[in-house]
């Protein structure tokens, strides 16, 4: 379980993140809403290590992990799937996912679990492709999928439907509630699309200028008037 206790981030002048606080609980997915510019993209990079928190405490299984590096975040079972599909571009897909074994050693680190083939069939059929060469929704299943290779128990998925095609972002959907229903991984999902979170979100959390202005479970979303709070 991941618990975040008063976090506040500083960017110059201004005070980008402002003592957030939530937890993240196994086989929910918890969707993270909010216009651009709020801070949302900020705080996963304060989660990962990217961004050293200015204050406030962060715990990973009931250990304090502020002052650990990202390669560490993710030996420990965090993984993150960033905005805009970075993958390998020169590399195959099997290779781009053989990337995600870096917290393996052995055989393990060797051979990509047939899983993320079943949750992506179309990774297997393109396997031998070169990541650059695979249309933007297909990068993003590739993303993930790496993202998935070193069997997190947290996932962190940064707007994973931004410029996807409609039959796409199903997919992704359908993968992501399928992971959660598994109950042994966490899923924090940054979104814009209201109803792709609505229709996924166990728990929200809605940002508004650094800070958590409403939260509650995904089915009360409608009647919270969450849609009016994210709307562009």
């Known amino acids: 379980m991941l618990q975040v206790s008063e976090l506040n981030q500083y960017y110059g002048g201004s005070h980008i993140l402002r003592g957030l606080s939530f937890e993240t609980r196994p086989g ?3 969707c993270l809403l909010g216009r651009n510019g709020v801070g949302k993209t900020t705080l996963l990079k304060c989660l990962m290590g990217l961004i ?3 204050s406030g405490t962060l715990r990973w299984n009931d250990k ?25 571009p020169r590399l195959t897909v099997e290779e781009n996912l053989l990337m995600g074994l870096a917290r393996f050693s052995g055989t393990k680190a060797r051979q990509v679990p047939d899983e993320i083939y079943q949750l992506f069939p179309v990774l297997q059929e393109m396997k031998s492709r070169r990541g650059g060469d695979l249309s933007g929704g297909q990068q993003q299943q590739l ?3 790496r993202a998935l290779a070193c069997k997190p128990q947290l996932l962190i998925l940064d707007e994973p439907t931004e410029g996807i095609q409609p039959s796409v972002i199903k997919e992704i959907g359908a993968v992501i509630r399928q992971l959660a229903q598994r109950g042994d991984m966490s899923i924090l999902l940054v979104e814009q699309f209201y109803d792709f979170a609505a229709e996924l979100a166990d728990s929200y959390l809605v940002m508004s200028r650094g800070e958590i202005v409403q939260r509650g479970r995904g089915g009360t979303m409608e009647a919270d008037g969450v849609r009016g709070l994210v709307a562009i």
């Not at 304090?64 to 993958?87: C, L």
């Open 28 to 30: 929910e997915v918890t």
């Open 52 to 54: 050293p928190a200015k």
């Open 64 to 88: 304090v992990i502020n002052s650990r590096k990202p390669h560490q975040r993710v030996q420990a079972g965090m993984a993150y799937v960033p905005q805009g599909r970075e993958i390998f």
């Open 143 to 145: 993303a993930i999928g």
